[in-house]
């Protein structure tokens, strides 16, 4: 997160504070790191189990993405193409069975919602929100 190089829930909130309170952040916040195929864990599983059950892209605040990691970007892009898949073949069964697969159609439409987030990371060339500053000297977008 100090350098600019992470996206997601708590990265935005970091980037969002003054200076002088984000290193107490991180030390509240990050008590644990995993590393998965398609980002970075921070939830403490020693504290609650997964809450999201290991699909990250569908809101979880604890998932991170690496900005221009690319094998994490093709596993999201894997994922993706999966469940675009399964998204077609909900859509045809709620249309032939009376709508008995709307909860599929919602739940794909979720994943690839937050899929669509997480690649974007690598498109974010302004890594934070309102006034703060990059580690990198750089201003953050309005």
């Known amino acids: 997160m100090r350098d600019g190089i992470l996206g997601g829930v708590k990265t935005d909130v970091y980037v969002e504070l003054p200076l002088s309170q984000r290193e107490a952040f991180l030390d509240g916040e990050i008590q644990a790191v995993h590393f998965t195929a398609f980002g970075i864990c921070l939830h403490d599983f020693a504290v609650t189990p997964c809450p999201f059950h290991l ?4 809101g979880c605040p604890d998932y991170l993405r690496t900005r221009g990691n690319q094998k994490e970007r093709q ?5 993706q193409t999966a469940t675009e898949q399964a998204l077609a073949a909900a859509r045809i069964q709620t249309v032939r069975n009376n709508g008995i697969a709307d909860a599929w159609i919602h739940h794909c439409e979720e994943t690839l919602e937050g899929i669509a987030k997480a690649l974007a990371v690598d498109d974010d060339d302004e890594r934070c929100g309102d006034s703060a500053a990059l580690p990198d000297g750089k201003r953050c977008r309005a």
């Open 55 to 58: 699909n990250c892209v569908r």
């Open 75 to 79: 596993h999201l892009i894997q994922i």
